[in-house]
């Protein structure tokens, strides 16, 4: 008998803590628990049995053997119980695969004959033609170099301080865990792991990798738990499993991290994982998804609104969601009906009448009797189809418990149980949800039997037969509780905790896309691979700003994690009822989000929680709601061509539709902690306005130059600017060279009406940012193929050619520059408009639009190629209205300038406008200083990063209304310079600003 002592942990909470003494590696112990308190009521529990584990690890490499499509390893271990062999294979000349087997009897995948081999005395070199992978023999330790042998990409941990590829084990027949260890200096970044909400760079925390139903408040915890990472050294690493992990990233030590694997205490267990390199971090996401597989393409229709809400409980309040979209022009494309079903059997309408039948058979459309709530679901969903308007009815993988008698549900269970359709528990009875869980005591569907799950659809058969429906919302997932569960593929429930969800939503996803091609599943959770099967959103969040801020960063982590179709409930799912501000806040970024949706928890609530932008003006009194919503959706249908043609994108090559600055500039350590900050496509750069109260934000522009989506403003990068923005508004900036296929209205509004059509295109517009050579891959599904746009700008010869293929509809150009003096197609002269509506009313011709500093021209839409050159053009200014302003002013009341106004009152000695400009070289410039001085002859005093460099005459211009422009030469530097323009000592005169060009 061993006495224990009572303790309390950091926590508070008290325990027992029992000495058992010194034990060693193998040896069985076997316990009995007794307590009593004061001498009295002992009470006993047990015996338990454990085997005492230790680790050991590869500690040498002996010999090796090429077999043309891996090479195996032959090495010693810490205590010589083990003859361990490691295997290394190539899914790519930048991708390889590790697999080590303590005990030597692994079997081990076969990869390309795509490398060399190499050996000297201390070490053996595998080489392919983008990757050197040196294997130090004694003590082993294993590094990886670029093709030149001499950059390191990532190496083990020194083996001297610490162990390296290892395996925790009794000494002879389990092995329990398995690890690894590598080196990491203190500016390396880590991000990934799936769907992580508190921060988005991991470095110094520990991450594991377990599905979980976190409901609200998520924390640490996630639905979507992916054992990848990626490094910003230009790495990913994949640890092949779905058994839990741990990964500790540099808490140990400051230059270490570390990933842990359970195993099942499978003797011939395997430390596995793959090493994923890349031409930078998104080429490694694609190269990920080589690995696990390419996200499924989805259809246009999924990236319209999607509407939800629980409330939806009959068909008279579906039927309202879409009248009221119609009424109010808000462009939807899908809808959700949650609680459509009988919450007992999931497939019945909630108050259809039948006559129940026995479990093994389905019932159809007209075996059922519909009215009350649901009168005629086949109209419902003919109707929202009308309105262009996808239907999805959501599903849950189990067979609920109820404590009282409902036949039908009661007939499916006998059956399921009878047939062993259900996930079981090790000795072969039926599993059921742990009680205090959600759904507790319901049989779970074991998704990996195929007779299980073909039962299961053809119950839910008439939906898409006779109703017509167009997907399912799979809800739920994370339901496989306990170690010894067991499943129709061999597996037990540690191996399935993560994999669960995927058999499940795979499951779905095929039988829907059996019964239609365009189907979708719309699900929470999955592990690697997820991204196989439609989109995901991020659970349940309150209606609250930090949750907001948590969802953002949800979304780019599991966009890093290559999920890149995801989604939130925007302004929140639940809680408190969402406010006026941020529900727009919300709109704004969801709008330039992946996917946009609205829903809302409670089912019959007093008040409505319904979220929808109606029901949002009515509860906040704020009607201009739905006026801001109207605007953000049919502007997300203005940028459906790109939205779309990025989907592509993603889907074929794997990389991110929403990416977060780090990894898209992972040299820039500026870039790594940011996370309401990412790129929506290869683009936009979107910095949504995220705390409460909030009128403007500090955002981050990276290296190069950016452009102003809405107010054309030109912005250099590597710095931090402050923007305004009011709660209608976010701020958007697209990356110079960029081109944006588009669809807008016939008078070209951003945000105007465009409707949910999807085969045709309204006003199809391509708006260029030339900046040297680019070009554009336009998914153009109407016309049926990928079309390539391209932008060739010589600034020195004063011309922009733009190359636009067949479209077969009308099409314009909206190209940022400054005025062309001519503009032909095909070489034939095109006759310039002097207004917008002119412009809109002709078959051909261009127009400039000075505030925006867009040249639109008209294309033939019954011609083929078509070549446009902007002749006399250069490089579009700086706005004076956005530089840094002292003592002056801006205005809007003289015409002629460029932009959306112009400096005023820069008059008295002292007032300056200082500019950030941005260049590509160290070199010559000509600085064009525009300016208006209707009274007088001025002089102004010109500063370059500082430095006085000259004073400059500004000549008197006819009048306040006439415009000239000054020139001084100058050097700068690449990259960020100031130039400020001050009215000095000797300086003279007032005069107005308008812009500051660089050529």
């Known amino acids: 008998m061993i006495n224990g002592d009572f303790k309390y942990n950091d926590g508070n909470n008290t325990y027992w803590e029992v000495n058992l003494g010194s034990l060693s590696q193998g040896d069985d112990v076997e316990y009995t628990v007794h307590a009593n308190k004061d001498g009295a009521n002992e009470k006993t529990i047990g015996s338990f049995d454990f085997t005492v584990t230790d680790w050991e690890n590869l500690t040498s490499i002996n010999s090796f053997t090429d077999n043309t499509n891996r090479v195996e390893f032959s090495g010693s271990s810490t205590n010589g119980n083990f003859t361990p062999e490691m295997s290394l294979s190539f899914a790519a000349d930048d991708v390889f695969r590790v ?74 027949s389990t092995i329990d865990k398995v690890e690894n260890h590598f080196y990491t200096p203190t500016n390396e970044e880590f991000f990934g792991f799936g769907e992580r909400y508190n921060q988005i760079g991991k470095r110094g925390t520990e991450v594991d990798t377990y599905v979980y139903n976190q409901y609200r408040n998520q924390g640490e915890r996630t639905y979507l738990a992916v054992p990848f990472f990626l490094n910003t050294n230009g790495y990913g690493l994949l640890v092949h499993s779905t058994y839990y992990s741990k990964f500790k990233l540099a808490t140990e030590k400051q230059d270490m991290y570390s990933f842990t694997t359970d195993t099942g205490g499978n003797s011939g267990a395997m430390l596995d994982y793959y090493f994923i390199h890349g031409t930078d971090l998104p080429d490694v996401i694609a190269n ?6 390419k996200p499924e393409m989805l259809p ?51 108050d259809a009448q039948y006559t129940p039948v026995s479990g093994d058979q389905s019932l159809g459309y007209e075996d059922y009797t519909f009215g009350g709530k649901w009168p005629d679901p086949k109209g419902m969903v003919d109707n929202a189809h009308a309105n262009d308007i996808r239907v999805l009815m959501w599903q849950i993988p189990v067979l609920k418990y109820t404590d009282y008698a409902y036949q039908q549900k009661d007939n499916d269970e006998a059956y399921m149980i009878n047939q062993g359709y259900s996930v079981e528990n090790g000795d072969g009875s039926p599993y059921r949800v742990p009680e205090n869980k959600w759904f507790g005591n319901s049989l779970l569907l074991d998704f990996t039997n195929q ?182 959706t049919n502007m997300r249908m203005n940028l459906l061509p790109y939205i779309y043609s990025e989907a592509k994108k993603s889907s074929d090559q794997g990389v991110p539709l929403m990416k977060s600055l780090g990894i898209e500039y992972p040299e820039d350590s500026n870039t ?96 260029v940012y030339p900046d040297g050579f680019t070009s554009y891959d336009w998914f153009d599904d109407i016309g049926g193929s990928v079309k390539e746009i391209v932008s060739d700008e010589n600034y020195d010869l004063g011309t922009v050619t733009i190359d636009v293929p067949t479209t077969n509809t009308q099409t314009a150009l909206q190209v940022f520059t400054s005025k062309p003096d001519s503009v032909t197609n095909n070489s034939v002269s095109l006759t310039e408009h002097s207004s917008l509506s002119q412009f809109m009313s002709s078959n051909s011709g261009w127009y400039y639009d000075a505030e925006q ?23 579009p200014g700086y706005e004076a209205e956005y530089a840094e302003l002292n003592g002056v002013s801006t205005n809007t009341n003289h015409s002629g300038y460029s932009g959306t106004g112009f400096v005023d009152g820069f008059a008295q000695s002292g007032d300056s406008v200082q500019f950030e400009v941005n260049v590509s070289t160290s070199e010559m410039y000509t600085l064009g200083i525009q300016y208006s001085a209707g009274t007088e002859n001025a002089s102004r005093e010109v500063f370059v990063n500082g430095t006085k460099v000259t004073d400059v005459f500004l000549g008197k211009t006819s009048n306040w209304d006439t415009w000239n422009r000054a020139e001084v030469n100058t050097n700068l530097n690449a990259g960020l310079n100031t130039v400020e323009i001050r009215y000095g000592s000797a300086s003279y005169s007032g005069i107005n600003l308008d812009s500051l060009s660089i050529n």
């Not at 073909?454 to 170690?483: A, N, P, Q």
């Not at 500093?853 to 490089?875: C, F, H, I, M, P």
């Open 99 to 172: 697999q080590m087997s303590p005990n030597g009897t692994g079997t081990y995948d076969s990869g390309l004959s795509n490398y060399t081999v190499s050996e000297s005395s201390n070490e053996i070199v595998v080489s392919t033609s983008e990757l050197q992978i040196k294997i130090q023999k004694d003590p082993y330790k294993m590094s990886v170099y670029e093709e030149d042998g001499q950059t390191l990409v990532a190496e083990e941990y020194d083996p001297v301080q610490n162990r390296t590829a290892g395996w925790l084990t009794d000494g002879s």
């Open 853 to 875: 500093r867009l040249t639109y021209v008209r294309l033939d839409q019954n011609a083929g190629n078509q070549e446009v050159v902007l002749s006399g053009v250069e490089k």
């Open 288 to 293: 990920y998804t080589d690995v696990t597989a």
């Open 672 to 767: 790594h902690a940011i996370s309401t900050q990412y790129l929506f496509g290869d683009s936009l750069l979107v910095s949504p306005i995220v705390e409460q109260g909030a009128q403007s934000r500090d955002l981050y522009l990276p290296e190069g130059e950016w452009i102003d989506f809405f107010y054309g403003a030109k912005r250099p990068g590597n710095q931090t600017i402050n923007y305004y923005a009011g709660v209608d508004d976010i701020p958007v900036f697209v990356r110079s060279g960029s081109i944006l296929p588009m669809n807008f209205n016939d008078s070209y509004d951003l945000g105007g009406s465009v409707g949910s059509e999807l085969e045709a295109y309204n006003q199809l517009t391509f708006r």
């Open 451 to 632: 007779q299980a799950t073909d039962w299961w659809m053809s119950k839910r058969s008439y939906l898409f037969d006779d109703i017509g429906v167009d997907g399912f919302k799979t809800d739920g997932g994370e339901m496989v509780w306990g170690r010894d569960v067991t499943f129709d593929n061999g597996k037990a429930g540690d191996e399935m905790r993560n994999q669960y969800p995927n058999e499940y939503v795979a499951a779905y996803s095929e039988f829907a896309k059996s019964k239609q091609s365009d189907a979708l599943t719309f699900s929470r959770a999955g592990t690697t691979g997820a991204q196989e099967h439609g989109i995901f959103w991020a659970g349940d969040q309150t209606s609250t700003f930090s949750a907001y801020r948590d969802a953002i960063r949800a979304g780019l982590s599991a966009n890093a994690s290559g999920i890149p179709f995801w989604s939130w409930d925007l302004a929140g799912f639940t809680g408190s009822f969402p406010t006026a501000e941020l529900y727009k806040r919300s709109t704004t970024m969801s709008a330039f989000s992946p996917i946009m949706q609205f829903h809302s928890e409670k089912a019959n609530p007093s008040v409505s929680e319904e979220r929808s932008p109606w029901n949002v003006a009515d509860r906040t009194g704020d009607s201009t709601v739905i006026d801001t919503f109207r605007e953000y």
């Open 300 to 350: 246009k229709w999924a990236f319209g609104l999607w509407m939800s809400a629980n409330e939806w409980d009959r068909q008279s309040e579906v039927d309202n969601a879409v009248a009221q979209a119609s009424n109010y022009d808000i462009p939807a494309t899908a809808m959700v009906l949650e609680q459509w079903s009988d919450e007992h059997t999931f497939y019945a309408f909630n």
